[in-house]
């Protein structure tokens, strides 16, 4: 069966995260005027690393189960996390625990028991910063992703297969068209099966989100229709895994959203990386 | 259970005992987590499996392991009170642990633990506790004549109920009792053995031979990881921590094993 490959330290998870960093992204989401696009997507992308750090967490340290990529694109094309971590490609998720920018100190709000919300103090690392600024080179973004799953690939050939997820509010540059790139990287396969490819495209707009679609007739445009057609097939084991969660998914579903906001973009990465993050490791 | 014995019970008895384990496979034997311990003066012996996802699963399963053989198994209307005394165990005992960020926002989830105790009592009969999907098993020649709380390979998931160091929700033990006859092997595994174990009796083999097998090897580290590799390879045995402690028991000396 596909997609069901054991996860260990040596034969670790391939995460890699594309961001459009284009001008365009310092617009706010549709439904949370208050929230710029940049902003909302470094939270969450942050948020997730930090929940993998914890996944990962042992009293020895953070094993290293996980490799992750983050790519920035806008006015250039290269890896997005900072610091010690400038410039390097895949990192394996202990070295990404030890090395954030910062540990922030935020206000989260959490249930009480008694039907309220009380405020508690947490901790929040960044890793990666939010940036608006430039175009949209999404072809470049996705041909150095190929580079990397191609490296990973070749060092780990049994490996669950690579998740590689592109958040964009808008097309790409007209120069930047990736549909033949991303078809050359979703072929790309471990003997547990091909690299999948998720597209989420954010938006300004407060039309109700398309999560995960089936079909592309709903779609509103040609724009929306090429992101479903470059987002692979979930195989059936994510979507079982998010059914049994009573998310309601059907087979043969996209790894695609379209007008997604603050919540869906949440959403989106938690339902893609579910299965990953459920594994007995 | 299967079914239960109806042969006369003995009014005494003496066991032996003999275990096994070993790391699921890529892993140290200081990431071990599951845990076992016995009392045989007292025929009491427990097994407990560490919750993977969990962090210091580790201790908690050690703990639960070691308090179940201590003291007679505590009764339901006692167990809220017993863990409680465990769950500030724990807490004394991962207090001060030189943790990093990630590994203190993981501690605040709280520790988990399968576990599975077992009673010899004198008069022939036996009591069994658990919460979650660690097995006993009861062979009598090449049979299986009790498994408890799974009876089927298939009864397994990757959401088994388990005990938690949060005291939330917690789930309540589940109890057997049985007869045992002299020559019996009373058998505790944690849940991936368990389920190969299972496989094993649905597909007729002999049980007591293939327990002796395992047992055989449990001595030699090498030998043994060549085995169960063998079976974690063919996908037979699911890649776990795993733990085996097998209690022969008897009421006639002149039926030692």
Same mark, same amino acid.
């Given at each position: 069966?596909?997609?069901?490959?054991?996860?260990?330290?040596?034969?670790?998870?391939?995460?890699?995260?594309?961001?459009?960093?284009?001008?365009?992204?310092?617009?706010?989401?549709?439904?949370?005027?208050?929230?710029?696009?940049?902003?909302?997507?470094?939270? +969450?992308?942050?948020?997730?690393?930090?929940?993998?750090?914890?996944?990962?967490?042992?009293?020895?340290?953070?094993?290293?189960?996980?490799?992750?990529?983050?790519?920035?694109?806008? !006015?250039?094309?290269?890896? !997005?996390?900072?610091? !010690?971590?400038?410039?390097?490609?895949?990192?394996?998720?202990?070295?990404?625990?030890?090395?954030?920018?910062?540990?922030?100190?935020?206000?989260?709000?959490?249930?009480?028991?008694? /039907?309220?919300?009380?405020?508690?103090? @947490?901790?929040?690392?960044?890793?990666?910063?939010?940036? !608006?600024?430039?175009?949209?080179?999404?072809?470049?973004?996705?041909?150095?992703?190929?580079?990397?799953? +191609?490296?990973?690939?070749?060092?780990?050939?049994?490996?669950?297969?690579?998740?590689?997820?592109?958040?964009?509010? /808008?097309?790409?540059?007209?120069?930047?068209?990736?549909?033949?790139?991303?078809?050359?990287?979703?072929?790309?396969?471990?003997?547990?099966? +091909?690299?999948?490819?998720?597209?989420?495209?954010?938006?300004?707009?407060?039309?109700?989100?398309?999560?995960?679609?089936?079909?592309?007739?709903?779609?509103?445009?040609?724009?929306?229709?090429?992101?479903?057609?470059? @987002?692979?097939?979930?195989?059936? @084991?994510?979507?079982?895994?998010?059914? @049994?969660?009573?998310?309601?998914?059907?087979?043969?579903?996209? /790894?695609?959203?379209?007008?997604?906001?603050?919540?869906?973009?949440?959403?989106?990465?938690?339902?893609?990386?579910?299965?990953?993050?459920? +594994?007995?490791? | 259970?299967?079914?239960?014995?109806?042969?006369?019970?003995?009014?005494?008895?003496?066991?032996?005992?003999? $275990?096994?384990?070993?790391?699921? $496979?890529?892993?140290?034997?200081?990431?071990?987590?599951?845990?076992?311990?016995?009392?045989?003066?007292?025929?009491?012996?427990?097994?407990?499996?560490?919750?993977?996802?969990?962090?210091?699963?580790?201790?908690?399963?050690?703990?639960?392991?070691?308090?179940?053989?201590?003291?007679?198994?505590?009764?339901?209307?006692?167990?809220?009170?017993?863990?409680?005394?465990?769950?500030?165990?724990?807490?004394?005992?991962?207090?001060? #642990?030189? &943790?990093?960020?990630?590994?203190?926002?993981?501690?605040?989830?709280?520790?988990?633990?399968?576990?599975?105790?077992?009673?010899?009592?004198?008069?022939?009969?036996?009591?069994?506790?658990?919460?979650?999907?660690?097995?006993?098993?009861?062979?009598?020649?090449? %049979?299986?004549?009790?498994?408890?709380?799974?009876?089927?390979?298939?009864?397994?998931?990757?959401?088994?109920?388990?005990?938690?160091?949060?005291?939330?929700?917690?789930?309540?033990?589940?109890?057997?009792?049985?007869?045992?006859?002299?020559?019996?092997?009373?058998?505790?595994?944690?849940?991936?053995?368990?389920?190969?174990?299972?496989?094993? $009796?649905?597909?007729?083999?002999?049980?007591?031979?293939? &327990? %002796?097998?395992?047992?055989?090897?449990?001595?030699?580290?090498?030998? #043994?990881?060549?085995?169960?590799?063998?079976?974690?390879?063919?996908?037979?045995?699911?890649?776990?921590?795993?733990? #085996?402690?097998?209690?022969?028991?008897?009421?006639?000396?002149? &039926?030692?094993?």
């Amino acid at each position: 069966m596909s997609y069901s490959a054991v996860i260990s330290r040596d034969n670790p998870v391939c995460l890699i995260f594309l961001v459009d960093q284009s001008h365009s992204m310092s617009q706010p989401f549709g439904l949370q005027p208050q929230q710029r696009k940049a902003d909302g997507v470094a939270d +969450a992308i942050n948020k997730l690393l930090q929940t993998i750090c914890i996944k990962c967490s042992k009293q020895g340290g953070v094993r290293e189960y996980f490799q992750v990529g983050v790519i920035g694109y806008g !006015a250039r094309v290269a890896s !997005a996390l900072g610091g !010690a971590l400038a410039g390097e490609g895949l990192v394996s998720i202990d070295k990404i625990a030890r090395n954030p920018l910062r540990v922030e100190t935020r206000i989260k709000k959490e249930p009480d028991g008694a /039907g309220g919300l009380v405020e508690r103090l @947490s901790k929040f690392p960044i890793w990666f910063e939010p940036v !608006a600024n430039g175009r949209t080179p999404m072809k470049s973004a996705f041909e150095l992703a190929r580079g990397w799953v +191609a490296g990973f690939l070749k060092s780990h050939p049994h490996c669950y297969p690579p998740l590689v997820f592109n958040l964009t509010d /808008g097309a790409a540059d007209p120069d930047q068209e990736p549909t033949d790139v991303v078809a050359g990287l979703r072929q790309l396969s471990s003997t547990d099966g +091909a690299t999948l490819v998720l597209n989420l495209h954010i938006s300004s707009r407060k039309d109700a989100p398309i999560m995960f679609p089936d079909r592309e007739d709903n779609l509103p445009d040609e724009f929306a229709r090429r992101l479903f057609r470059m @987002s692979s097939v979930l195989p059936e @084991s994510i979507v079982d895994t998010a059914v @049994s969660e009573g998310i309601p998914i059907q087979h043969g579903a996209r /790894g695609f959203g379209f007008n997604a906001d603050l919540v869906a973009v949440i959403q989106f990465l938690e339902i893609g990386t579910r299965q990953v993050m459920n +594994a007995r490791i | 259970m299967l079914h239960n014995s109806s042969a006369a019970p003995a009014s005494t008895f003496q066991c032996r005992t003999r $275990y096994l384990l070993l790391p699921k $496979y890529g892993h140290l034997d200081s990431e071990f987590e599951d845990a076992l311990a016995e009392n045989s003066a007292e025929g009491r012996f427990a097994v407990a499996d560490g919750a993977t996802e969990a962090i210091c699963s580790d201790i908690w399963a050690r703990l639960l392991a070691s308090a179940l053989v201590k003291q007679p198994l505590p009764d339901a209307d006692e167990w809220e009170r017993w863990l409680a005394e465990q769950r500030g165990a724990w807490l004394e005992a991962v207090r001060g #642990l030189p &943790l990093d960020l990630f590994a203190e926002m993981k501690l605040a989830e709280g520790a988990a633990a399968a576990v599975l105790a077992l009673q010899i009592e004198p008069h022939g009969g036996w009591k069994a506790l658990s919460v979650g999907d660690s097995c006993l098993f009861q062979v009598r020649g090449e %049979e299986l004549v009790g498994a408890f709380p799974k009876t089927s390979s298939k009864q397994f998931d990757n959401r088994p109920p388990l005990v938690r160091t949060a005291a939330v929700n917690p789930a309540l033990p589940n109890v057997a009792r049985g007869d045992w006859q002299s020559g019996d092997n009373l058998v505790l595994m944690t849940d991936a053995l368990s389920q190969w174990f299972l496989q094993e $009796y649905e597909q007729s083999q002999p049980l007591r031979t293939t &327990l %002796e097998d395992l047992l055989a090897v449990a001595a030699d580290r090498a030998a #043994l990881e060549q085995k169960i590799n063998r079976l974690r390879d063919s996908a037979l045995l699911r890649n776990d921590d795993i733990v #085996l402690v097998a209690v022969d028991v008897w009421g006639d000396e002149r &039926l030692r094993p």
